[in-house]
């Protein structure tokens, strides 16, 4: 049974750091994309970054750019999303988000919802002094 767990949340404070992860289980790891969305409250998910399955190339929203990093570690099923200078609108609930590509290699990512089949249960960041 394929699953995705984040974990890594909390409460930080302007300018803080935190850094999310996601476990993966039950599926071929290393043929999947991995995406970082997230919810605030009253908007729209948004796609924050992403990663290919072999974790040599990534994505990043505008807004998020020079701020965050997403790695993967693929002999951990783990992917990461270290998130610096965090500002009070990076404060939503943050997922973690699988597709498959059927390989293991480097392409351009997308961060739209629509091809990430498999989600986890999301972890809350807040940011707020």
């Known amino acids: 049974q394929l699953q995705l767990v984040e974990s890594g949340g909390g409460l930080v404070q302007p300018g803080g750091s935190l850094r999310l992860s996601c476990a993966a289980s039950g599926f071929t790891f290393d043929y999947y994309t991995i995406g970082w969305f997230r919810q605030a409250p009253g908007k729209e998910r948004e796609g924050v970054s992403c990663i290919s399955s072999s974790g040599g190339s990534t994505n990043y929203a505008d807004s998020v750019k020079g701020r965050f990093t997403i790695s993967r570690d693929n002999a951990k099923n783990m992917v990461y999303l270290q998130m610096n200078s965090l500002k009070p609108e990076d404060t939503a609930v943050y997922y973690c988000?699988?597709?498959?590509?059927?390989?293991?290699?480097?392409?351009?990512?997308?961060?739209?919802?629509?091809?990430?089949?498999?989600w986890g249960q999301g972890t809350q960041v807040t940011v707020s002094s």
């Open positions: 988000a699988a597709d498959y590509v059927y390989y293991s290699g480097n392409y351009y990512c997308p961060r739209s919802q629509d091809p990430y089949d498999y």
